[in-house]
């Protein structure tokens, strides 16, 4: 065994502080995308801890009412959703997509605000960058950033269908 964790070690590569081999300096489009990501999570997880706090003091009534939860916990996401929809927020279709906006009177919804903000900030770094990027003329990955925010727009626009969700 210790002869398998030494060829493990000798193999495994090694950060640039344990080899001594100098690091890559990090250019001004990592800095960017970094700073940007920084500023968000710095916003949202105060956020995520303020809106869960209104949640579970009760401040704003939730739709579900906590005590009524492990009734719902074995339910999948979809069935969930429907009793929900059913038993306490009564709208006329099924919750689903960016239909959660239209609840944020209830607290167990408020929530979501933050949870929709921190996957949007990878969104936000690729629109500071790719300007950047082109200025530098580093056309292709511009041109990859560019394709990533499409995508990542087109999903959370609820355009695009697919799984069983």
């Not at 070690?9 to 080899?19: G, I, N, S």
């Not at 927020?89 to 209830?106: P, S």
């Not at 929530?111 to 990878?122: E, G, R, V």
Request: proline letters at 6%.
């Amino acid at each position: 065994m210790a002869e398998v964790m030494e060829s493990v070690k000798q193999d495994t590569p090694r950060p640039a502080l344990v080899t001594g081999q100098p690091l890559k300096p990090v250019g001004g489009v990592e800095l960017l995308y970094a700073h940007i990501l920084e500023i968000g999570v710095a916003l949202a997880l105060p956020l995520l801890l303020l809106t869960f706090g209104i949640y579970a003091s009760g401040v704003v009534a939730p739709a579900v009412p906590i005590a009524e939860l492990p009734n719902y916990w074995g339910l999948s996401a979809h069935e969930y959703l429907a009793a929900v929809n059913a038993d306490h927020v009564h709208r006329a279709g099924e919750l689903t997509g960016w239909t959660w906006v239209g609840e944020l009177n209830h607290g167990d919804f408020l929530t979501y605000i933050a949870i929709a903000l921190l996957p949007m900030l990878t969104m936000v770094c690729y629109l500071a960058i790719i300007p950047r990027l082109l200025r530098q003329g580093d056309r292709v990955y511009a041109g990859i950033a560019a394709l990533e925010l499409l995508i990542l727009s087109l999903a959370a626009s609820g355009l695009l269908k697919a799984g069983g969700h």
